[in-house]
């Protein structure tokens, strides 16, 4: 008989009061971002930054994939979920905080790669993102809003580094991609941007999390999970450079 590799959710957690104020301090942050994309959006004369906003929240509705495989669990009980798939439910809050990190910061790099950035701003955005992502975070999972279960590698007050290591692709990505399309997404064909965007968080989660992806189902426990998750960092920092040699304005170290 097969054991179970997949690893058990903790079903029975409760969602604590604090998750209202984790959203409404999740829907400030976007408002805030808004302020400043609705700006650039009216200076470039351009909806790129706005339609970045707009798909980048719009695929919070794909949570569930990535939550399945990553081993992340939110309380079912004492909250009325935004989706459930793969029983994994959704809380609203995730609306904004798809817009304000993927969508606001996406739209950081989209300005900053198209003005012309350095192989060294280029890595120190990198990291900053893995900060921001922390931030993010770590208050959300101590204050009891999810948590990640299973055998999760290199953790930090409950944050599995390995997932920086994808998260802090997808700005970079978007940026790139907006960027290499800025031609072609003009007029109506601008709208292109919405659907690029679930693409564009997808592909980092798939082409660097796959590895910890298998070991936290592969049933490998603490030392496997945490080997995948170096071969993660490892795929995470290669794309980082081979974006690099094309992006920027310098592609020396």
């Known amino acids: ?56 929240t719009l695929t919070c509705v ?25 029983n994994v439910s959704i809380p609203l809050w995730m609306i904004p905080a798809y817009g304000w990190y ?8 989209y300005r900053k790669i198209g003005n012309g950035i350095s192989v060294r701003h280029l890595w120190m955005f990198y990291f900053l993102f893995w900060v921001a992502n ?27 580094l390995w997932m920086a290591m994808t998260n802090s692709l997808m700005p970079i990505l978007i940026g790139t991609v907006c960027n290499v399309l800025r031609d072609v997404l003009v007029g109506p064909r601008a ?14 989660q798939i082409a660097a999390g796959w590895p910890t992806w298998m070991a936290l189902n592969g049933g490998v426990g603490l030392v496997g999970t945490h080997l995948a998750a170096l071969v993660t ?13 094309k992006i920027c304005v310098r592609t020396q170290f």
Request: glycine content about 8%; aromatic content about 14%.
């Open 1 to 56: 008989m097969f054991l179970n590799q997949i690893p058990a959710p903790p079903i029975d957690m409760v969602m604590p009061p604090i998750n209202g104020i984790v959203a409404v301090a999740n829907f400030v942050v976007l408002a805030i971002v808004l302020l400043f994309v609705v700006r650039e959006a009216l200076r470039t004369r351009s909806a790129v930054p706005l339609l970045i906003v707009v798909g980048c």
């Open 62 to 86: 794909s949570e569930p994939i990535y939550d399945f495989v990553g081993s992340v669990w939110y309380p079912h009980y004492g909250t009325t979920a935004l989706v459930r798939d793969f």
């Open 102 to 109: 993927m969508g606001g910061l996406g739209n950081l790099m």
């Open 134 to 160: 922390l931030c993010m975070e770590v208050p959300a999972l101590n204050l009891g809003v999810y948590k990640y279960y299973g055998d999760q590698p290199f953790r930090i007050f409950g944050f599995p």
């Open 191 to 204: 709208f292109f941007t919405v659907i690029l965007m679930p693409m564009l968080i997808g592909m980092p």
């Open 233 to 245: 960092f490892g795929f995470s920092i290669s794309i980082v450079y081979l974006l690099s040699t």
